[in-house]
């Protein structure tokens, strides 16, 4: 239960000081022109007056149990604070001091002390080393953020970086006034309280209508998805990831200790849970104020109404590169605006009242195009031309969203003589404006994405039949034998026990006993080297294909044999894999591979050589369920194929998508694989299902 | 010569009027109030007096000839007043009177008409519908723009819309100090002056820096490129054209006709021009303002000086993003930052100068980075903390660029309180400011883009010995039977005669004959249906691969004949196109389709289905040479595939090289061809060539 850090009724200050050039100065001078309600302790062992307030040399001498205790003290001491808050009942404390885990070992060491010495006394604990926290509303700011407080709204932000989040408060005090915020937290080194407590109180907060984070890297993911996929359908919320590229990394293990996720577990981890990510700070923004101030947008199709033809066809370029409709008007919505508007005027959309057009003209268009069942949404683009009413049509705007429940963004381009119509929409009508159109346009696209994601339902997680007795069984066999890696005909059992059809194929450990097997399964037949050492067979001509008689598969296996013993030295060969052939199908790869941050991280592409060439393939972190496997095959740049392209007929999908929601749940069942991968599998025509062809699978090292 | 419109020293205005609602009132006054120094004189059929000018009845009573005349009446008398100009002897006008070819066919008629009457009298016009154009240096502004002039810079600004430009003038009058304009001109219809004059007069104007352009289409494709290729060399020229989704909608038959579309072209001719594409407006001005106020970019190699760690990082992802690099820093540098800075901070680049950094900790990091060997430019980002000094910082960043030849951009992030910092570094220093790090990376990017541009050097077209004579002849025959598209026997022999290896192929029109030629080519053969009335062959059955005897090309003939008379009911049948197999290949498609704006745009790719499932292909405007053939190869993301992947060897490039520029000389010695595509073409290993497998031609329609 967060409140005590946001609706404190009291408020203690270790190491408020009467020196304002340090930060326990600045605190309680943020605190105290918060116009904070409650009672503040300012705590100095000098016991000296600051700012008109008494402070206290020791936590144990207050008058009574603060809701909060902030911390700004050198890092040495900051254990024995957190000792004496809880001794003295303290149940929420902001550690602002810095010195911990960004430091190095010595620094974690503390660090990890103060969080135990927390825990003990079940202490809620945000920081160290952040910048404090603030609620707009309440109000309570133990921030050391110069400039107050932010404009009040319904954003809540948390950052991980407290110097992002002053820049970002910053924002909504100069020409940003429809930037506001309900809270504010810098999360710091988020020794306790993370980035997933945060949703959830949010999630419940009336105050707040969208949740913005700035992230470098996140505490527990699978944790974080459910809590994500919980909120998000409450209330957006859009996250900025960084730390996305190599360097990107590097900086941010100098910057944090924290350690970043890899780029395709982010992207499935946010989409499966609902979470919009934005890639840089201005989408952030541009996207929370369309939230935080307008009405969801319920379909795709928006409405432009502009004074100039330029802007209207950038913003029609933006829309339809966001694949969202330009709204088809009805005919009663055209009529009334041909009788109104002059001639050159169009009537269509986007609705072009002309550059001698004044208030009342946008008054008229706005009403009628607001009013159309086929318009979702509006763009209203304004050029301060030279018969522009600027502040008169601010208000028609304003007044208009007053009326409708449908989102409407402002887009009043220019900057000088638009301010004023800015400041109007944005003080009485909470009305955003986008300097560009192609900005309002990407806000749209955002809000039809979150449309989207509130509504696709992950669909219940499907259980097979299957035999995991066996999969333990052969596992615990690898162990025993000290490897990792299983070959061939391991992998096999394990993927026939969660139902994958294979080729037939038997263990020759000598060429006889593969002339045997052959001929038993019909010619021609497949022989492939069956090494423990010898992963890509391929390489050391480890397979030949279409052995037609008992000469040609002796001949295969000596040779095989001969080879792999010659490039793997010392290589421990079981004999060759004796297999059926098969018809050739259209080959896929399926793979898993393990996230440091989110665990099984499921791979679906276009197998054969173009998987490494084109990297085709697209992501899910596991357990996923029907709807998250058939929206995988359609998100591969070459879909298309598994429709049947040139008089080819379509793919197996229903197979495809069992064969995903299979792996999802090996990996789920058993955490002890490391990786796998089926490549290739061919998938047949619609109804003749799928095979795998090759598979790997590689255990977790033991620790 | 255009100097008339920007550097005159006596203007008319005919159309000037007293009453302050009309424009002829506006134009006079927005000259009168630009300080513009030489002689104004309103012609005005009242001949009253006008903000203290005298007016004159008409042109012919001018006391001189005037260098300029501005046009503010109703479109009915424009033709008159043109006229009137013509005989006075004035050779450059701006027509801002609206009602011309905007309005329909009428209109049209009335522009052409003024039009031939400007010609006939050998003057420049600029617009009809226009709003007018303005030279901020000289200074004079002959338009009806509100708010006066723009701040005085380097930018030059052509927009196709006028409202645009009032509302880009307006952002530089803002909170936007740092944009300035050296001129603005509002194209309107184009009728005369075109986005091609003013890049060539502007390439050659002292005060201009970098030239933008808001274009909706551009008038002579090939033209552009020439002029465009020649000012890119001198100064930047960055262009926003919109309306790139309507366009392109035409009938195509062919695969590279499906592939192409008017946005392919514009990209490609602005590539091959070294024109740099912006897709929206704030990128526009973001890249124009980098390369305005500061020098070039030599490298790609960037720096980053933070306060703030999270900012950093986001720098960092954003110029990783764009394929830039993070400066390494020498290890004098390091050194010499670490000595000063504390022991928190990070010397390594992205350079962290912490929290508490006030402005001689930035002047000395600036000073060593900006001194670093490997650094070619640098991002420096500021947010407002505690003891931020934020206005000494901002004079620390504009000394620094006075004192190096190296781009530095601004960031300071925020906004109220970091305003006057923005403004220093943009009066004084004229040091742009970014409020986000990902925008001033991207601007880096631009730079990067641009050096490139510059020293790409097109390399001079090849001219392949080829038979002309041949093609025409074939042509001729088709045009001769009315006919467009060609059998493949013709095209085999127009690529034959331009240097393309077939396999071997004769038409047989019956089955014995088919049989006979098969017997001399030796099995296996491949046959193929020939009618002029069937481009996909393989949908209608119509290509049998691999037929080993007699027999089955006797079975296929016929077959074939069968199936493409009752799948194309009433097609003129040749026969069948016999073929000798040949080794496969790695496939890709070569091809061209006729651009309304630039002409031959050819396209390669990879070949077989993936060029329609993939569309992984990429475009040049013939006629191209060498480098940008080579270049091509590169840019698709199948181009790992030419290298070989998976031990397969390298294909052999330069084979492929030429046969692009031999097509680029085939479509551009015959401007006939409307549509042509070779696909497959078959790569085979370094050393053996490529191979056309399938050439199709279809003939532009006669007019």
Redesign the interface.
Known sequence: MLDAFFRPNSVAIIGASRNP?K?GY?VLANLVESKFTGRIYPVNPAGEEILGYVSFPQVADLPEIPDLAVIVIPYQHVPEAVQACGEKGIKAVVVIS?GFR??GRAGLELELKVLQIAKQFGMRLIGPNCLGVMDIHHPVNVT????GMPMKGSIAFM??????G???????????KHIGFSAFVSLGNKGDVSEIDLMRYWADDPNTKVILA?S?GLPSGQEFMKVAREVSRKKPVIM?K???????Q???S???GSLAGAEQAYNAAFYQSGVLRV????TLFDHAVAFAYQPLLKGNRIAIVT?????G??A???L??ANLQLARLENATIKALEEFLPD?ASAANPVDVL?DARADRYEFALKHVAADPNVDGMIVIL????M?EIDATAHAIGKLTAEIDKPVLGCL???????TGIEIMAKFYTVPNY?????AAHAFAAMRDYNEARKRDTGEIRKFEVDQDRVRAIFEKVRAENRVSMIEAESREVFAAYGFRMPRSELASTPDEAVRLADEMGYPVVLKIASPDILHK??VGGVKVNLHNATEVRDAFELMVYRATRYVPGANIWGCLVQEMVPPGLEVLLGMSRDPQFGALVTFGLGG??V???K?VTFRIAPFGETDASTMLREI??A??LDG???QKPADKDALTDALQRISQLVTDFPEIAELDINPLFVYEKGRGVLALDARIILQARQ
Chains 1, 2 share one sequence.
């Open positions: 050039s930060l600045a810095a960004e430091t050391f953020a110069a400039g950052s991980q970086s407290g110097a992002l002053t820049a970002v408060l910053d924002m909504s005090m100069g020409n940003n700035y470098e900025l960084s730390g996305v590229t190599q360097s990107g590097k900086a941010v100098s910057h944090t890639n840089n700070l201005q004074n100039a033809g330029g802007p066809i950038l029609t370029d933006a339809e590169k050159a550059g050029t301060p031309q030279a522009t381009m220019g900057d000088h003589r638009v301010q300097a560009f159109p192609e900005r391929t390489e050589i173009y490494e060439v084109l085709d740049r070459a298309h194929l392209v040139r008089g």
